[in-house]
């Protein structure tokens, strides 16, 4: 799934126009990214925990290729959580 598909979903679902959806879903990614660059972490009871933390690179395989692919995060979820700053 997309981002705008996610973005598209929220919106259908809580009945909220696509542009107050939108809004929705960058402000709940830039409070994760600021919590998570603060060095902090973000939980949710019964679905997950955010938090940043070093870890070696994992290797995994498209299945629909079979080429080996390495798993990171987001380029500029990465960049905020490096660099400190949001």
Request: aromatic letters at 6%; charged letters at 25%.
């Given at each position: 799934m997309t981002k705008q598909e996610f973005v598209d979903r929220v919106a259908?679902?809580?009945?909220l126009s696509k542009s107050d959806a939108g809004k929705a879903v960058e402000a709940f990614l830039d409070t994760v990214t600021r919590?998570?660059?603060s060095g902090g972490q973000v939980?949710?009871?019964?679905?997950?925990?955010?938090?940043a933390q070093r870890r070696a690179a994992r290797m995994g395989v498209n299945p629909r290729t079979g080429e080996k692919v390495q798993f990171q995060a987001?380029?500029?979820?990465?960049?905020?959580?490096?660099?400190g700053g949001g």
């Amino acid at each position: 799934m997309t981002k705008q598909e996610f973005v598209d979903r929220v919106a259908a679902q809580a009945g909220l126009s696509k542009s107050d959806a939108g809004k929705a879903v960058e402000a709940f990614l830039d409070t994760v990214t600021r919590e998570l660059t603060s060095g902090g972490q973000v939980n949710f009871t019964g679905f997950g925990k955010f938090s940043a933390q070093r870890r070696a690179a994992r290797m995994g395989v498209n299945p629909r290729t079979g080429e080996k692919v390495q798993f990171q995060a987001g380029s500029s979820l990465k960049a905020s959580v490096k660099g400190g700053g949001g």
